[in-house]
């Protein structure tokens, strides 16, 4: 039975190819079809638009972002076993769809956007491993040029529930941490829906949720590297006092000409705060 796509259904797809999920390579397949285009559709608008995915495998989410109109999508794949797959899906939608096969890690995707993407916006939208997403959000946030706004308009990726509250915490949530101040710092993020266990093959342990990025255009003026320092010494001791965790920064010397009081905790602290602490390293 064909779908709505007019491509055959997923769990087809994944039986015929071979397709059964590993646990290393982070696959938790989404098989519903109205949900990957829930989830795209979360996205915005997609006509004209070059979109980049990181782990394609069958090819749900990928089928849904060009069902629903993108001018071109950029597939990064570690697992070679997905390509004839996803080779399908490109013979389905000619000349819309490249699959690299590779580590998104190891990816320079700011390169590859100056290298494959057509004119107009530029989105990442994808189903992320939970064993890298962290790091892949974080490459995103604080790209190696330096250059900010950076080569995306926007992200819309799956976490983990745990990991999507902490990303768009603001000061005084039990989950704002660094990762909350670096998304805080450099984007507008929010969580846009969750996604139950079960709508996965094989169901993850945990509840996992869809979250919405967009670039500050001009985020206040501060060196990442100092940033980091700054929010790595406030929240490796979060319980205690900001004179004491941050006395290998300066302490209450710091925290005087920043004019924060040396008593308060790490969880206290706006992205302002932070950015003025950096500044003043
Ligand atoms: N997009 C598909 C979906 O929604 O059903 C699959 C999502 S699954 C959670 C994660 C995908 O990322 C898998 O296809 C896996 O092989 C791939 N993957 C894992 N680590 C990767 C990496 N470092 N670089 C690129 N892809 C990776």
Not at 64 to 84: F, M, N, Q, W
Not at 143 to 156: C, H, V
Not at 256 to 263: C, E
Request: one cysteine or more; a neutral charge.
């Amino acid at each position: 039975m064909a779908t709505l796509d007019g491509l055959p259904p997923l769990r087809d797809v994944i039986q015929r190819h071979g397709l059964d999920a590993r646990k290393a390579l982070g696959q938790n397949f989404l098989l519903d079809l109205n949900l990957t285009q829930k989830i795209a559709r979360s996205a915005g608008p997609l006509e004209g638009v070059t979109v980049f995915e990181v782990g394609p495998g069958p090819g749900g989410l990928t089928r849904a972002i060009l069902s629903l109109g993108a001018a071109k999508l950029v597939a990064v794949e570690r697992d070679s076993r997905c390509l004839p797959a996803l080779a399908e899906v490109s013979d389905h939608y000619p000349g819309r769809l490249e699959v690299i096969e590779g580590d998104a890690l190891k990816t320079d995707f700011a390169s590859l956007v100056k290298e494959k993407a057509a004119s107009g916006p530029v989105k990442i939208i994808a189903n992320l491993p939970y064993n890298v997403g962290t790091q892949l959000l974080l490459n995103w946030l604080l790209p190696e040029d330096g250059i900010w706004p950076p080569f995306w308009d926007s992200l819309t990726l799956m976490f983990q529930k745990e990991v999507g509250l902490r990303i768009v915490a603001d000061e005084e949530d039990d989950h704002y941490g660094r990762l909350g101040v670096l998304a805080g710092w450099r984007t507008d993020a929010h969580m846009v829906f969750d996604v139950p266990p079960q709508a996965f093959t094989p169901p993850p342990k945990v509840t996992s949720t869809v979250v919405h990025l967009t670039p500050r255009s001009s985020p206040l003026p501060c060196d990442v590297a100092k940033l980091e320092r700054v929010t790595q010494a406030a929240f490796g001791q979060r319980r205690k006092m900001l004179r004491q965790s941050l006395k290998p920064l300066g302490g209450e010397t710091l925290l005087a000409k920043a004019g924060i009081d040396p008593q308060r905790r790490a969880e206290t602290l706006s992205v302002a705060e932070f950015v003025a602490l950096a500044n003043i390293l």
